[in-house]
């Protein structure tokens, strides 16, 4: 009996010493396989060139207009673009630069260019290679004995931080501020970093060096016109459309053969008589355009030549100011209003727009009587609105007024096209924020030269932060690194090691 029940006893031992063994292996083996996937899947996505953007402002991806461009490069397959970045790229991803700038930023949107075959993406740090800029461009300064003073002066105004976008003979250089927006903190008087704009600059400069020719656009100086500085914003992102921009004096000079578009931003005297004829021929047998932003004048000057160009367009301005009624005025200011754009014309394709109008004439349509353009009200004021006369300050009666129309010309052997506003102060730099005006011109300028580029490009606009961002130096860069591949798996194997000591009695 006693050895029967030792021999049974003997057979619980041993049946419980395999349960043990088996459940303790299994927990090993799973402890083991959980730690192994965890380090092989950390290894592995950071080895992989792929990036999961969760921010809602999408600020480590890029649109769907330069995805198209750079698959157009790829497709075509005969340009290559490289990209030197002045930056130490470990120092960048880790964002270790004494600046405002998030440079980590840089690295993630610039990434995404260099995974395409067009694309070639090169990091060097100046400190280290202080002759890099001149080794990229040096080509470029001298050519068959001439120098070429724009790629000379890229040179001397290249710095840290700055990208040099280079595609044969043709370079371009983003600066480090270029590629960040701003805003300007009124209560204390600075500016400060409120979003990221890479995409938009580095898609401009591919353009610039990628086309074969870029139609050119002159800003008129020669009439008191406003001086091109005061339009830094709107000529950045005409060139970032891919046109070329330049001022012509047109009391010494005649319209360039090139021209594609010419730009009146506030005249204060009239057209010559040879100007006027000029433009007449140009618009008449060369497919010109222009854009004629005709501010106030209190001294009231007379404009008819100005206005004979207009008339072939089926539009006259006139020496006046609209003033809106006080219920759409701004801050009490009946010159100052906010205002809807009209679906025709050059505004043809655009939905309903709320602008804002400030300080402009009134245009008005007329019908030149033998059917040779077509003229359209862009935008109006409510039917409460009444002008002021320049000179005398007589008060006109309430009704609608337009204070910018687009017009077309049939009258020559070519169509020609203009845009003519009451005031070119709603597209000035300190108006671009907050104030669709100016991409609302830009769309009109595309109307008017109807172009193959990538005109779509004004549409990629800078990307504002609107959620909490964390930066990490490097040391805490390594410290996260050996929490995720060291300390997360011991902590995961301390745990299966608990569970088989509890379970090792059953």
């Known amino acids: 009996m006693k050895n029967a029940n030792e021999q049974k006893e003997k057979r619980h031992l041993s049946d419980k010493t395999k349960r043990t063994f088996k459940f303790g292996t299994n927990a090993i083996v799973l402890t083991i396989v959980v730690v192994v996937v965890a380090v092989l899947f950390t290894v592995l996505m950071?080895?992989?060139?792929?990036?999961?953007?969760?921010?809602?402002?999408?600020?480590?991806?890029?649109?769907d207009i330069s995805k198209n461009m750079l698959d157009k490069l790829e497709k075509d397959g005969n340009k290559k673009v490289e990209m030197t970045v002045l930056l130490d790229r470990t120092k960048a991803e880790s964002n270790a630069y004494s600046t405002d700038y998030d440079i980590s930023n840089v690295v993630k949107v610039l990434d995404i260019y260099d995974r395409y075959d067009c694309i070639d993406v090169k990091y060097v740090d100046p400190n280290k290679?202080?002759?890099?800029?001149?080794?990229?461009?040096?080509?470029?300064?001298?050519?068959?004995?001439?120098?070429?003073?724009?790629?000379?002066t890229l040179v001397s105004d290249c710095g840290e931080g700055d990208v040099i976008v280079k595609c044969g003979d043709k370079a371009k250089i983003v600066s480090i501020s270029e590629m960040f927006a701003t805003k300007?903190?009124?209560?204390?008087?600075?500016?400060?970093?409120?979003?990221?704009?890479?995409?938009?600059?580095?898609?401009?400069?591919?353009?610039?060096?990628?086309?074969?020719s870029a139609p050119a656009i002159y800003f008129s100086t020669g009439y008191g016109e406003r001086s091109m500085s005061k339009f830094s914003v709107l000529t950045f992102?005409?060139?970032?459309?891919?046109?070329?921009?330049?001022?012509?004096?047109?009391?010494?000079?005649?319209?360039?053969?090139?021209?594609?578009?010419l730009f009146f931003m506030g005249p204060k005297q009239d057209l010559s008589a040879r100007a006027t004829e000029q433009l007449e021929e140009w618009f008449?047998?060369?497919?010109?355009?222009?854009?004629f932003m005709m501010d106030t004048d209190n001294a009231g000057t007379d404009l008819p030549n100005f206005n004979y160009?207009?008339?072939?367009?089926?539009?006259?301005?006139?020496?006046?100011?609209?003033?809106?009624?006080?219920?759409?005025?701004?801050?009490?200011?009946?010159?100052?209003?906010?205002?809807?754009?009209i679906t025709q014309g050059a505004f043809g394709t655009i939905p309903n727009t709320e602008v804002t109008v400030e300080n402009s004439r009134s245009i008005s349509l007329v019908d030149d009587g033998i059917q040779r353009c077509d003229s359209y009200p862009l935008v109006q004021t409510t039917r409460d609105a009444k002008t002021i006369s320049i000179p005398g300050g007589k008060e006109s009666g309430e009704s609608i007024q337009t204070v910018m129309a687009s017009g077309e010309y049939f009258g020559g052997t070519t169509e020609a096209k203009i845009i003519l506003s009451g005031s070119s102060e709603n597209?000035?730099?300190?108006?671009?924020?907050?104030?669709?005006?100016?991409?609302?011109?830009?769309?009109?300028?595309?109307?008017?030269?109807?172009?193959?580029?990538?005109?779509?490009?004004?549409?990629?606009?800078?990307?504002?932060?609107?959620?909490?961002t964390v930066s990490v130096t490097e040391k805490q860069s390594r410290w996260i690194a050996i929490g995720c591949i060291i300390v997360y798996p011991l902590i995961i194997l301390s745990c299966g090691l608990v569970v088989w000591l509890k379970r090792r009695h059953l």
């Open 427 to 468: 597209v000035v730099d300190h108006y671009q924020y907050g104030n669709r005006m100016s991409g609302l011109l830009l769309k009109a300028v595309n109307w008017m030269y109807e172009s193959t580029l990538e005109n779509e490009a004004t549409e990629i606009d800078a990307k504002i932060y609107n959620t909490t």
């Open 237 to 261: 992102d005409l060139e970032f459309m891919g046109y070329s921009v330049s001022e012509i004096d047109l009391t010494k000079e005649s319209v360039p053969s090139d021209a594609a578009i």
């Open 184 to 212: 300007a903190d009124t209560t204390y008087g600075f500016d400060y970093v409120s979003g990221v704009q890479v995409e938009t600059v580095i898609t401009a400069a591919v353009l610039h060096v990628t086309q074969e």
């Open 129 to 152: 290679n202080p002759s890099v800029v001149t080794d990229v461009l040096g080509a470029l300064i001298e050519k068959d004995g001439v120098i070429n003073t724009q790629i000379s």
């Open 46 to 63: 950071e080895k992989l060139p792929m990036t999961l953007d969760f921010t809602s402002e999408k600020l480590y991806s890029i649109s």
């Open 309 to 341: 160009i207009f008339n072939l367009f089926g539009l006259r301005i006139n020496n006046d100011i609209v003033k809106e009624a006080s219920s759409k005025s701004i801050a009490g200011n009946t010159y100052a209003f906010k205002t809807t754009t």
């Open 284 to 291: 008449a047998n060369s497919r010109g355009s222009a854009v």
